[in-house]
């Protein structure tokens, strides 16, 4: 998708440098930084620290991460390791020991002067499919936009939660591929989205990526869907997701499990987008999914302009206060409507996914 007007992926190799580039999103919206990564433990540090974040892009990161180990050392000990770190690198969204298992898969038992041409093609062959199932999940979603503007002629109203858009993926995103295919075929739509706090990648990434794109959006508090819905002002919500299980339980940004209980009770659609490298075949009670804890100052301290137009970190929390940050929460699949894949829109239940992914 375009930034300023040219078109962009989120990460790429550079075969010059031997380096993977990406864009820096801990420093949007205010500054629009391509970073080069060097070695297994840039990647490492950037899933962590999340400048490279969202679960496909994440799961895409990790893969490079595996050329980066065998450019620097071709040793299956050295990679192993690698492995293993880039799985923990960040423990909830599964599309991270996805990319991993797949690229150690592939290079099983591949001679040593073939591994790294063997890891490279795999990784930009799990980035280019994650595009097309972007791709193939908005043309999917795009059917149920379009069956609500026929009915309403008027603007489509989406609301979505954090940022599954083209930042989160390798291009298009999940949730905002619908959006985009709507836009591109001259649907009127308008997103509502939420801030989503504690580190504000609805207000930083999706209100900035669907700017870019010209889509009509405004940037609500996270506690104002409810009140939106209550009024009739909202027509369906799309969020993505780091960890769908077979059951159709969703695990997303925290948040997103209020959001769909307010839809719940207004009667509004609630779809989650997804490609398949999102689901978890083996986990079946949600309560195994392990949900991030992160660092409370993501809570405590807010990053933003000055006056002087200067990036500042400011406390705004009483200093002797305790503060918890879950990054992650799990909405049942009762309350989600439909989910939106790749291969077609389901319903969220074994029997649903089975359907399509047999
Ligand atoms: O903590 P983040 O910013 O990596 O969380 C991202 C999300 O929760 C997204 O909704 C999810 O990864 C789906 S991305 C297409």
């Known amino acids: 998708m375009k930034i300023e007007g040219k078109e962009f992926r989120t990460i790429w190799f550079d075969e010059k440098k031997q380096t993977v580039k990406i864009i820096d999103q801990t420093k949007l919206p205010h500054n629009f930084i391509i970073k080069d990564l060097k070695t297994v433990k840039d990647i490492i540090n950037a899933i962590k620290i999340m400048e490279v974040r969202g679960a496909p892009l994440i799961g ?5 991460g595996i050329v980066l180990a065998i450019i620097e050392k071709n040793d299956p000990y050295f990679i192993k390791e690698s492995s293993n770190d880039l799985i923990q690198s960040r423990p909830t969204a599964i599309n991270l020991k996805w990319a991993v298992n797949r690229m150690m898969k592939k290079i099983l038992g591949v001679n040593n002067n073939k591994v790294l041409e063997t890891a490279l093609y795999e990784a930009k062959e799990i980035c280019d499919e994650d595009i097309k199932f972007c791709e193939n999940i908005g043309l ?7 069956e609500i503007y026929n009915k309403k002629k008027d603007t ?3 609301l979505t939660h954090c940022n599954a858009g083209w930042l989160a993926t390798i291009n298009w995103g999940t949730a905002t591929s619908p959006i985009y295919h709507a836009h591109k075929k001259g649907i009127p739509v308008h997103v509502w989205v939420d801030e989503t706090r504690p580190r504000n990648q609805g207000a930083n990434l999706t209100s900035y990526e669907l700017n ?3 889509i009509p959006n405004t940037i609500i508090a996270d506690n104002t869907g409810g009140i939106l819905m209550q009024r009739g002002d909202v027509d369906m919500c799309i969020v993505g ?4 299980l077979s059951t159709g339980d969703v695990c997303n940004k925290i948040g997103t499990y209020l959001k769909a209980l307010a839809a719940y009770d207004n009667g ?8 398949s490298s999102t689901i978890d075949w083996d986990t079946k009670d949600f309560k195994d999914i392990p949900i991030e804890e992160r660092n409370s100052e993501e809570l405590s301290h807010l990053e933003g302009l000055d006056e002087s137009g200067n990036v500042k970190k400011i406390l705004i929390y009483p200093k002797k ?3 918890m940050n879950l990054a992650f929460d799990v909405t049942p699949a009762k309350y989600v409507t439909r989910l939106i894949t790749e291969k077609g829109v389901c319903e969220a ?5 089975k359907g399509l992914f047999k």
Request: aromatic share 8%; no cysteine; proline share 5%.
């Open 60 to 64: 895409g990161a990790a893969a490079y």
């Open 268 to 275: 509004i659609p609630f779809y989650v987008a997804l490609p």
């Open 140 to 146: 999917n979603g795009l059917k149920i936009i379009e």
């Open 156 to 158: 489509v109203n989406i």
């Open 212 to 214: 870019e794109e010209e």
């Open 321 to 323: 206060s305790k503060s």
């Open 241 to 244: 997701t780091d960890r769908t």
């Open 349 to 353: 239940s074994a029997e649903g996914l």
